[in-house]
């Protein structure tokens, strides 16, 4: 056999090998390809079912909550002008504090008058994702002050996904009011200032934020919840002072009802 048949029959034998490799190429491409497709779309239901349907679960578990708690009653909206509406009326006094409950028992409400269309959020004991901030929205940090009490009622919530509780909390100013509710009274605090803060900085819960080391004289609140959106690098922080409390069993707030605070209620004050 002559050099260049030799070639011929090389390349003849060579032609095959070179098409199947780009078959199997394809083929793997191909595959890739298909997996690449399957990986978004479950990533792209995994952002669906995390941004928005544990909204609609957390919104709904939250309002069932509420519902459940046999001393809430509804807060009915102003249909009276100012002269006729009953407001609760500032009791004198030490506010009464309720006992610091067992993990994950709900024994306060939460209303902030400024998210306007946010509903009533219950608030439980305990700040861990698993078992309070996902499944029932505010949590209360264990070991800091009760609603009312001397010191700083710290809580917790979510700004995205479960109901998202805390998420317009950027919108709060200084003097905004924001109501707690218990079995027992009711709580008016006011927005003094807000911070952001690292993970690590403990101190926005401590008693007296503003000096950890000093014994707390005054009754305070404090938000916290995840900065920026969709984040947990840092932390959002509110602070607020208790501006008055009043008896559950009266009429509510003026904050929440919107009629003028200096009208006295007409029954069930104090």
Known sequence: MTAVAQRSRGATVAAPRRGR????????????????????VLLGGFVVWQLWWTDVEGDRAQAELVEELDWVEPI?????????????????????VPAEPGHGSTFATMIV?????EPERPVSQGVDRATVLDPLGIGHYPGTAMPGAVGNFAVAAHRTTYGKPFHRIAELVVGDPVVVRTADAWYVYRVTDHE????????????????????????????????????ARERYIVHGELDYWAPASGPAPAELTQADPTVPAQDGGA
């Not at 934020?209 to 995840?226: E, W």
């Open 21 to 40: 490799g780009r078959r199997v190429l394809l083929g793997v491409v191909g595959v890739l390809g298909e997996l690449m497709i399957t990986a978004g």
């Open 76 to 96: 009915a909206p102003v249909a009276a002008g100012p002269a006729e509406l009953a407001v609760a009326v500032p009791a004198g006094g030490e506010p009464p």
């Open 113 to 117: 008058p400024r998210w306007d269309g």
């Open 196 to 231: 952001i803060v690292t993970p690590s900085n403990v101190d926005v819960i401590a008693p007296e934020p503003a000096d950890p080391t000093a014994d707390p004289t005054r009754r305070l609140i404090t938000l916290t919840t995840c900065h920026p959106m969709f984040s």
